[in-house]
């Protein structure tokens, strides 16, 4: 399973792909490693000098291209959060948007997942800081450096998703 997360953003829409291998039976004598597994990380710049609406265009068209490379299972989002000025929130929720038609139109199933739900699951705190959740980030998916800020907090959603996802799956069984 490759998971695709997206920290939509108007300047930097951050981006994070991680992918989960379904466990096999263990062979005796070998360690089996499992979890998460990173991909790639960035993010989508704009301008502000750039018109709003080829803004959008671009964070829609580079993540149509990110899900051809990368062939997600899933999209994990996270959810716009409430700005102190409405102009803000109203353009975050339309930076949100163009992800999720991008999503929509290669058939992506889509989640979302509140700032909070994210923090508390990556960090066990929903007031975690920015540097916190980049920690266990880098952590989680051993890596060697931490990711910049908008491409960590994309792998945070991502992760924020599998640990969802697997909760669910063990409720079932």
Do not use: W
């Not at 710049?45 to 051809?68: C, H, N, Q, W």
């Not at 948007?97 to 999503?103: D, E, K, N, P, T």
């Not at 800020?149 to 992760?159: I, R």
């Amino acid at each position: 399973m490759t998971i695709l997360g997206i920290d939509p953003g108007l300047l930097k829409t951050g981006y994070g792909i991680i992918e989960v291998k379904p466990l096999i039976k263990p062979v005796p004598g070998q360690v089996q490693e499992s979890g998460a597994s990173f991909l790639d990380c960035g993010f989508i710049g704009t301008s502000s000098a750039t018109p709003f609406p080829l803004r959008l265009k671009k964070i829609y068209d580079s993540l149509i291209r990110l899900i051809e490379k990368f062939q997600p299972t899933v999209v994990a989002i996270e959810d716009t959060y409430i700005a102190k000025n409405a102009q803000v929130a109203l353009k975050l929720g339309k930076a949100a948007g163009a992800a999720i038609v991008a999503a929509t139109n290669k058939k992506r199933k889509i989640f979302s997942f509140t700032p909070l739900q994210i923090k508390q699951n990556i960090v066990g705190n929903g007031n975690a800081s920015k540097e916190q959740v980049a920690f266990m980030v880098k952590q989680i998916l051993r890596l060697e450096e931490e990711p910049p800020a908008d491409a960590s907090d994309a792998l945070a959603v991502a992760l924020c998703y599998l640990s969802y996802h697997h909760y669910k799956n063990i409720i079932k069984k």
